[in-house]
C-alpha cells in the first residue's frame, strides 16, 4: 500500500507544479497581452491630442480674423460717416470755408521774427505798420515765406524797389480776412507807395490768391482812373469757385453728389468772390501772366484761361498782354518760378526799356 501511493502522491505533486507552472505560463501571457493593448490603445490615442489643439488653434485664430475684420468695418463705417458729415457741415457752417480758403490760421514759417528782416537775409529793409481802418495794422516790408523772400531778392537784384505788406490776418498783421477787407489792404499800400513815389512808376506784383486781390485792387484803380504802370500775376486763376472746385483738396469730394451746392455756394454766400475773369475785362494797363505747366495747386490751365479772356479784351487794345508758361521739366511747380533765369529777361522785356534803378 504504501509503494502504491507514494508514486500517487509524487505524480500528484508533480501534476500540481506543473499545474502551477502552466497557469504562471497563461497569466503572463495573459498580462503582456493586456500590456500590448494598452500600449496599442494608448498609441491610438496619442494623434487625437494633437489633432484637439489644432482644432482650438484654428478656431482662436478664426476668433481673431474675426474680431480684426469687425474692428476694421467699424473704422471703415466711421470714415464714411466722417465723409458723408463734412459737406453738411461745411453748409451749415461757411466760415468754415473761408478758413480753409485763407488759411491765415496756418503760421508758416514758423519761428521767424517778422520785424527782422534782415535774418531773413533782406539788408537794407525796413519793417514798419500802418493804419488802414480803426482796428486794423498791416505789417509792411518783405515778409513771410521763403519763396516770397526769394523772389524779393531777385526783384532787388535787378534794381526794383519791393514794397510788400501781409494781409489782416496774416504774420503779425492785425484784423480778421476778408476779400472785401484785403482789397482795401492792398489800396490803401498803394496810395501810401503812390504818395512818395514821385514820378517814378509802380507795377504790382500778385501770386496764388493774391492775384484775386491784385485784380481787384487794379479794377478799382483804373475805375477811378489812376492804374498802376503794369500788373504782374503769377499763378493766377479765373475765379475762387473754379480754382476751388480744382484745388487738390477737393479731389475726394469732386464727384459727390451736390459738390457745387455743399462746397462751393458756401464761399460765395460768405461774400469771396475773387473774379480775376471778369475784373481783367475792366483793366488798362499791361498785364503779365506767369504761370508753370506743373502747377499743382492752381491748374496751369486756368492761367492760360486767364489769358484767353484777358487778351482779346477792348480794355487792353493799348495796353501790352503777355503769357509766360514755364514747361514742367522745369519743376516751378506753384511757388518756384523766381529760380527761372529767363526771369530778369522776361520783366526787362514786358516792363520796358526805363532804368531799373527808377522802377518800384
Known amino acids: 500500500m504504501r509503494k502504491r501511493t507514494e508514486p500517487v502522491a509524487l505524480e500528484h505533486e508533480r501534476c500540481a507544479a506543473s499545474g502551477s507552472s502552466s497557469s504562471g505560463s497563461v497569466a503572463a501571457a495573459l498580462d503582456a497581452d493586456c500590456r500590448l493593448k494598452q500600449n496599442l490603445r494608448l498609441a491610438g490615442k496619442g494623434p487625437a491630442e494633437p489633432r484637439c489643439a489644432a482644432d482650438a488653434g484654428m478656431k482662436r485664430a478664426l476668433g481673431r480674423r474675426k474680431g480684426l475684420w469687425f474692428r476694421l468695418r467699424k473704422i471703415l463705417l466711421c470714415v464714411l460717416g466722417l ?16 478758413k480753409l480758403i485763407f488759411l491765415n490760421f496756418v503760421r508758416v514759417p514758423y519761428f521767424i521774427d517778422l520785424k527782422k528782416p534782415q535774418d531773413q537775409g533782406l539788408n537794407h529793409t525796413c519793417n514798419y505798420y500802418l493804419q488802414p481802418e480803426e482796428d486794423v495794422t498791416i505789417g509792411v516790408c518783405s515778409r513771410g515765406g521763403d519763396h516770397r523772400v526769394e523772389l524779393y531778392k531777385v526783384l532787388s537784384s535787378l534794381g526794383y524797389h519791393v514794397v510788400t505788406f501781409d494781409y489782416r ?6 484784423g480778421t480776412p476778408s476779400e472785401r477787407g484785403m482789397t482795401y489792404d492792398a489800396l490803401h499800400v498803394f496810395d501810401w507807395i503812390k504818395a512818395r513815389s514821385g514820378d517814378n512808376p509802380v ?15 487794379v479794377r478799382r484803380l483804373c475805375e477811378r482812373e489812376t492804374p498802376p504802370d503794369a500788373l504782374i500775376l503769377e499763378s493766377p486763376f479765373t475765379n475762387i469757385r473754379e480754382e476751388a472746385k480744382s484745388h487738390p483738396f ?27 475773369d471778369e475784373n481783367v475785362k475792366h483793366i488798362s494797363c499791361s498785364l503779365l501772366i506767369l504761370h508753370a505747366e506743373d502747377d499743382p ?64
Open 250 to 276: 477737393s479731389v475726394i469730394y469732386r464727384y459727390f453728389p451736390g459738390f457745387d451746392w455743399f462746397f462751393l455756394d458756401p464761399i460765395t454766400s460768405s461774400g469771396i468772390k475773387f473774379a480775376n
Open 203 to 217: 507795377y504790382i506784383w500778385g501770386h496764388s490768391l493774391g492775384t484775386g486781390v491784385a485784380t481787384n485792387l
Open 169 to 174: 490776418g496774416w504774420g503779425d498783421s492785425v
Open 297 to 360: 495747386v492752381v491748374p496751369f490751365q486756368l492761367g492760360r484761361k486767364l489769358y484767353n479772356i484777358a487778351a482779346p479784351s477792348r480794355s487792353f487794345r493799348d495796353f501790352k498782354v503777355q503769357f509766360i508758361p514755364f514747361h514742367s521739366d522745369l519743376g516751378y511747380r506753384h511757388k518756384y518760378i523766381y529760380k527761372s533765369p529767363e526771369l530778369p529777361r522776361i520783366l526787362r522785356e514786358f516792363l520796358g526799356k526805363s532804368e531799373p534803378g527808377r522802377q518800384h
Open 83 to 98: 465723409y458723408v458729415a463734412i459737406p453738411f457741415l461745411i453748409k451749415l457752417c461757411p466760415g468754415i470755408q473761408a
